[in-house]
């Protein structure tokens, strides 16, 4: 009975993961350390992310949802090649602000979507429509200008 107890948790979960196709960033507690990601797999509870870098099993990270300008504390529940489980602990909305110590994740929002920015320019996107696309407004767009890349 145990094996079908499991075996159905693991179906429901499944179930429940909506695969998209969004773009995300891990850092560490600090943000010391931020990878682009790709998040491949959503849930209430956790994400499936691509990453080309190696995370460390059961650490705890925040996983930064650009599109939806959210940030989640999560756990790295398991580890297969270039993909990674991601059960969260917690979320946070970063717009309009973070909590006071998480101040940092709006940092790494920002030069995530600046990022995504640059990237749709190279493509032959003008700067306005990429900025638009990537949900930044023009103002913000043009200060960062002056930011190295």
Same mark, same amino acid.
């Given at each position: 009975?145990?094996?079908?107890?499991?075996a159905?948790?693991?179906?429901r979960r499944?179930l429940h993961?909506?695969?998209?196709l969004?773009?995300?960033v !891990?850092?560490?507690?600090?943000?010391e350390?931020a !990878?682009?990601?790709? !998040?491949?797999?959503?849930?209430?509870?956790? &994400?499936?992310?691509?990453?080309a870098?190696a995370?460390?099993?059961?650490k705890?990270?925040y996983?930064?949802?650009?599109?939806?300008?959210?940030a989640?504390?999560?756990?790295? &529940?398991w580890?297969?090649?270039?993909? &990674?489980?991601l059960?969260?602990?917690?979320?946070y909305?970063?717009?309009?602000?973070?909590p006071a110590?998480?101040q940092?994740?709006?940092?790494?929002?920002?030069?995530?979507k600046l990022?995504?920015?640059r990237?749709l320019v190279?493509?032959?996107r003008?700067?306005?429509e990429?900025t638009?696309?990537?949900?930044?407004?023009?103002k913000v767009?043009?200060?960062?200008?002056?930011?190295?890349?």
């Amino acid at each position: 009975m145990l094996k079908d107890a499991s075996a159905a948790r693991f179906e429901r979960r499944h179930l429940h993961r909506r695969r998209v196709l969004l773009g995300g960033v !891990i850092c560490d507690a600090y943000g010391e350390t931020a !990878i682009d990601c790709t !998040i491949r797999g959503l849930s209430a509870g956790g &994400a499936q992310v691509q990453l080309a870098e190696a995370l460390q099993l059961d650490k705890k990270i925040y996983l930064v949802d650009t599109w939806k300008d959210r940030a989640y504390l999560a756990k790295v &529940a398991w580890i297969k090649r270039d993909r &990674a489980g991601l059960s969260f602990v917690r979320s946070y909305g970063l717009s309009p602000e973070p909590p006071a110590p998480l101040q940092f994740l709006k940092s790494v929002l920002l030069d995530a979507k600046l990022r995504q920015v640059r990237a749709l320019v190279e493509r032959g996107r003008s700067r306005e429509e990429a900025t638009r696309m990537v949900g930044l407004n023009t103002k913000v767009s043009r200060d960062s200008r002056t930011r190295p890349p």
